[in-house]
């Protein structure tokens, strides 16, 4: 089958050290931002979640931070593992509870070496 | 998320057949979702399911139907597939409780290729 890995941006980092993941997102108005994380044969799975209210939420070894004056939000993660393999994207709300209005990312792949 | 269960995993067909994929969960959420995901583009919805009454098209709902059977199932059909509906299919749910946040909760996929 086809690797969603193709044609996206690639993240190498060593093993242990920090990883930083960018997205600009498109709407100055959404209120809510997630970051998902899918690894290869995966469905996306839910790593953390971020309010416009707030400008940064942490969580176990993540970091997620929210710049609306540029709509640029980052996921941290701390001393990257190779568990940490995967395809990255952020996802935007417009409207709280619009989940049928969630627009995603095209991903970047976060490649660690041992 | 091994709540939310596609069946099949992988699925080749030819141009001009009739295909279902299904999509069962655990959850108990109301809410249900059909994406497709194609390198370099991201997830698109198909259609989505608020609940067992309610079907809506999402952003490229053309060539694509469903069913919502039961609060736990989701069937997406293919009447006549077409070589550029080759992609992984997703389906996911959610909590429809106000002040649930909104994550999705993806299953693993179905890899369908069109001959």
């Known amino acids: 089958g086809e690797s969603v890995g193709l044609h996206l941006p690639t993240l190498s980092v060593q093993e242990g050290d920090n990883s930083i993941i960018n997205c600009a997102y498109s709407?100055?108005?959404?209120?809510?931002f997630i970051w998902y994380k899918q690894e290869s044969g995966k469905g996306p799975q839910f790593i953390i979640d971020i309010r416009s209210n707030m400008d940064k939420r942490q969580g176990q070894r993540v970091t997620v931070l929210l710049n609306k004056t540029v709509k640029h939000l980052s996921l941290q993660i701390a001393a990257t593992q190779p568990g940490d393999s995967a395809v990255y994207f952020c996802a935007e709300i417009p409207t709280r509870g619009a989940t049928n209005k969630l627009i995603f990312g095209t991903g970047t792949l976060l490649a660690v070496q041992p | 998320d091994a709540d939310v269960t596609q069946t099949p995993r992988n699925r080749i067909t030819k141009t001009g057949k009739r295909i279902m994929l299904e999509c069962s969960q655990t959850?108990?959420?109301?809410?249900m979702y059909w994406y497709r995901q194609d390198p370099g583009l991201g997830l698109r919805l198909i259609y989505y399911s608020f609940d067992v009454k309610d079907i809506n098209k999402g952003e490229i709902s053309d060539g694509y139907s469903v069913s919502r059977q039961a609060q736990a199932k989701f069937s997406l059909s293919l009447e006549s597939a077409i070589p550029n509906q080759t992609a992984l299919y997703f389906c996911?749910?959610?909590?429809?409780?106000?002040?649930?946040?909104?994550?999705?909760?993806f299953g693993s996929g179905t890899q369908l290729s069109v001959l």
């Open positions: 959850k108990g959420h109301d809410r």
């Open positions: 709407n100055s108005a959404s209120d809510y």
């Open positions: 996911a749910t959610s909590d429809r409780h106000r002040g649930a946040n909104e994550k999705l909760f």
